[in-house]
């Protein structure tokens, strides 16, 4: 845990209608958000994404500079980010996804706010970097006192803000959509959390926004 790198959450939904794009699951009735802790993509276009990564996997940090300049950039800014506690990082989808009809989103999951004091006390907080667990152990620690809370967002793209760049960051505004609650848990963790979305929050955001069989 202790070696730089983006950390991300993966969150399914359930009893979702209508077909789905992926072959081989156009009848499934889960829906799956894949989510970042960087708001934007270190690559412009798909097809740079592979040799970025057999360099990365490599070790050539600075092979990649070389070749890749806005690329290399945006990945350290990325990967350089001291993650304390992955359930009090906000999470972002960094490309955009259809919303309905002749709407376009990008998705947001922003950790509960427990004040300025609280916000004090993580920031200055070092994590124990010589435990090679220490983001598992620091989810099973705040787990164990309380259950956790994230607001899923969507961003609705501007007049401005491109589609087909995952690197640019868009400016319009998080519009809330649902309540996502990570319960609270005495055992230690396994491979994964087990999250669940409040229903009741997402139908009556569905109900408001529309295009839930689009998303």
């Known amino acids: 845990d202790a070696l730089p790198n983006v950390r991300g959450i993966a969150i399914k939904v359930r009893t979702v209608p209508g077909a789905k794009l992926l072959v081989g699951d156009e009848a499934s009735d889960c829906c799956d958000f894949l989510l970042a802790n960087h708001p934007v993509s270190f690559h412009k276009h798909l097809e740079d994404y592979p040799p970025i990564r057999e360099l990365m996997a490599k ?20 990967v350089l980010k001291l993650v304390k506690n992955p359930l009090k990082v906000a999470y972002f989808s960094q490309t955009p996804y259809k919303f309905g009809e002749g709407r376009v989103v990008k998705y947001a ?16 907080c070092l994590p124990n970097l010589f435990d090679a667990a220490y983001l598992r152990h620091a989810a099973e620690k705040t787990l164990r006192k309380r259950a956790m809370k994230f607001t899923l967002c969507i961003q609705f793209q501007g007049a401005d803000d491109p589609i087909e760049d995952p690197s640019v960051q868009w400016d319009s505004p998080l519009v809330p959509l649902a309540t996502l609650t990570i319960p609270q848990r005495l055992v230690p963790l396994l491979e994964s959390v087990f999250a669940e979305i409040v229903r009741s929050d997402l139908q009556k955001s569905v109900k408001t926004y529309g295009g839930a069989q689009d998303i």
């Open 59 to 78: 070790g050539k940090v600075g092979e990649v500079l070389k070749r890749f300049k806005p690329e290399g950039r945006l990945l350290l800014k990325a």
């Open 109 to 124: 999951l922003i950790p509960e706010s427990r004040g300025w004091l609280a916000s004090v006390v993580d920031f200055i």
